[in-house]
């Protein structure tokens, strides 16, 4: 079963990769502009840990997609010390205009199967299609780190005029 699930998404990723145009950004700058705009504005070592990639690897990708105007750093409310990644709206419109490809593409596809083709493919769409999304849903979970548990706060000793 498990074999069958990895075999399944090796499958889907490879037809993603398949009908997506790669002229403008690769699959891993897709990927991380795609999770920044699911997920919002996010550290960079937690990026690069989502995505799979060695930090410098993501700074490098980062530094990329700055100089393109698709994402940009941001002051983290919480903490103002700290710089999050965020996706621009010319970030977010080349996605769009990626999906509306990849759309058609894919369309223009399935439009050259038979109609007794297109109607399995359908029915086993409506049967993977819940399975992908829990999968997906299950990789999204486990690939975000633990967030750090917060210090406990030690009451201030007085003081008592002793250095020991």
């Known amino acids: 079963m498990q074999q069958t699930a990895q075999s399944l998404a090796e499958t889907a990723s490879a037809v993603i990769r398949v009908v997506t145009d790669h002229r403008d950004l690769s699959f891993t700058a897709a990927s991380t502009l795609a999770r920044l705009e699911r997920e919002g504005p996010v550290r ?5 840990a989502a995505e799979g990639v060695a930090q ?19 002051d983290d409310a919480v903490d103002g010390r700290v710089t999050l990644i965020a996706v621009t709206d010319a970030g977010r419109e080349v996605l769009a205009a990626r999906r509306r490809s990849r759309d058609a593409r894919l369309a223009d596809l399935m439009a050259t199967l038979p109609d007794d083709d297109r109607r399995a493919l ?25 967030q750090p548990a917060q210090p406990a706060l030690q009451p201030e000793r007085p003081d008592t005029g002793s250095n020991r």
């Open 44 to 48: 960079l070592t937690l990026l690069a």
């Open 56 to 74: 410098p690897s993501m700074t490098q990708l980062v530094q990329r997609l700055e100089r393109q105007d698709l994402v940009m750093r941001v």
């Open 122 to 146: 359908a029915e086993a769409m409506r049967v993977v299609a819940p399975l992908v999304r829990r999968m997906l849903t299950d990789a999204a979970k486990s690939a975000r780190p633990a």
